[in-house]
């Protein structure tokens, strides 16, 4: 098969510690609004940082639909080509996912690696992967991804046979091809049902204790929260999906025992496979009885991240659950939007409006933290503990525990 990684050859210079210059690539689709793609372009600048990629440019286009050859029109891929030229650019990361026709066309125009957002958060996570659980589902949805795109990738041999279906020993290569990953794919299914009959017989294991699961968007402070209730060490760090393996934790909070668990963050467009490699780590918000949901208030996107949670939640029917909503990073939020020549009342006014307006529209319990600096975690603690105590009760209505 076509190395798409190793164009120009300039394998040589990937060493670790190789900061890869990167452009993006951004289209409006339609009445999409530009400010929407470049909030996105944003996201998708972080998923290449945490990467290892610099990125140095950004290019946009607006289309009424996507180019089937190239995603984006003719004019714009040549002005990309005389850029990615002129300062020796190492990748092109488009901002939606791209057929393996158009990643194999565009690749032969610019002469560089091209990734798509998908690619690059199946990157993201390969790297991420410590346990034999998680490496295991990110290469089933690696697979997966790659398996639709094989006939693109092997165009190149297109034109040495020609011919109506690729006739020839070209397409003899693709359905070899085909079969490998499909029989590769069928094994780690296999692997990951053993998987996921070891980590249900483990929640079974846990006993009656109520679980608590931290859900959020990436990148929002879940595990910063973790370490502060159940005094562990889970890596906290400023990159997209830092926790990629699910941490669960016995904890008490006055006394009362329940297991606490700290799952991978989500994110906008997150691919499919990934939701559905990623199945037995998801049981465990699934299978909880209250959802922690981490919100990072100072983030511009917020709302929006908040809905993808949710949206995300329905699709994977963990929606159901009692729900604590926790706006995290209110120290930033207040240095962000408070001017410095506000009063204390004045400051204290615009952040009760603030909790006024959240509380008229979601109908949840919440709370207003800062994490980092420890701020109001008490009050985390004591709504959390109330909850527990709730669903102790319902679970056990004629059992008086004493804790």
């Keep these: 098969m076509k190395d798409n990684f190793n164009l120009n050859n300039k394998a ?35 998923l290449a940082s945490t990467s290892g990629a610099k990125v140095v440019k950004r290019f946009f286009q607006r289309l009424p639909h996507p180019d089937s050859r190239h995603y984006i029109g003719s004019g714009k891929l040549d002005e990309i080509r005389q850029y990615v030229e002129a300062h020796e650019i190492d990748l092109v990361i488009f901002d939606d996912d791209l057929t393996g026709k158009q990643t194999n ?82 094994l780690l299914k296999e692997r990951l049902e053993k998987i ?34 159940s005094k562990s060490e889970v890596l906290a760090e400023n ?38 490699s990623f199945k037995s780590t998801l049981d465990e918000v699934r299978e909880c009885d209250i959802l922690v949901h981490v919100i990072d208030i100072s983030h511009p996107q917020y709302e929006d991240h908040l809905k993808t949670v949710m ?45 006024e307006t959240l509380k008229s529209r979601y109908d949840y319990p919440m709370v207003f933290i800062s994490a980092l600096n420890k701020d109001r975690i008490d009050e985390f603690r004591k709504v959390l503990s109330q909850m527990i105590k709730q669903q102790y009760v319902v679970r056990y209505p004629y059992l008086v525990k004493t804790w």
């Excluded at 510690?17 to 993006?24: H, N």
């Excluded at 951004?26 to 999409?32: F, P």
């Design 239 to 276: 990159k997209l999906f830092a926790t990629l393996d699910t941490t669960v934790r016995k904890v008490f909070l006055e006394d009362m025992p329940f297991l606490f668990s700290d799952t991978v963050g989500f994110i906008r467009k997150l691919p499919h496979h990934l939701v559905e």
């Design 12 to 46: 040589a210079q990937y060493k670790p510690g190789y900061e890869e210059k990167a452009v993006l690539v951004g289209v409006a689709i339609a009445a999409q609004w530009e400010s929407q793609v470049n909030e996105h372009l944003d996201e998708l600048e972080f």
């Design 196 to 229: 996921d009959q070891q980590a249900s017989t483990q929640r079974k294991n846990r006993g009656e204790l109520i679980r608590a699961a931290l859900v959020g968007y990436t990148n929002v402070g879940k595990s910063t929260i973790m370490n502060l209730i």
């Design 105 to 186: 066309n565009i690749e032969e125009t610019l002469k560089v690696k091209i990734v798509d957002r998908s690619s690059l958060i199946l990157d993201i996570f390969a790297k991420r992967a410590q346990t034999a659980q998680s490496k295991t589902q990110v290469e089933l949805a690696q697979l997966q991804y790659l398996y639709p795109r094989l006939r693109g990738l092997w165009t190149h041999l297109e034109r040495q046979r020609g011919g109506i279906g690729m006739r020839g020993p070209g397409e003899q290569e693709v359905e070899t091809d085909r079969r490998i990953v499909k029989q590769k794919i069928q």
């Design 311 to 355: 949206q995300t939640l329905i699709e994977i029917k963990a929606d159901g659950h009692p729900m604590l909503m926790v706006f995290n990073k209110m120290d930033a939020y207040r240095e962000k939007h408070f001017d410095a020549l506000l009063s204390d009342e004045e400051k204290i006014n615009l952040e009760n409006q603030l909790k």
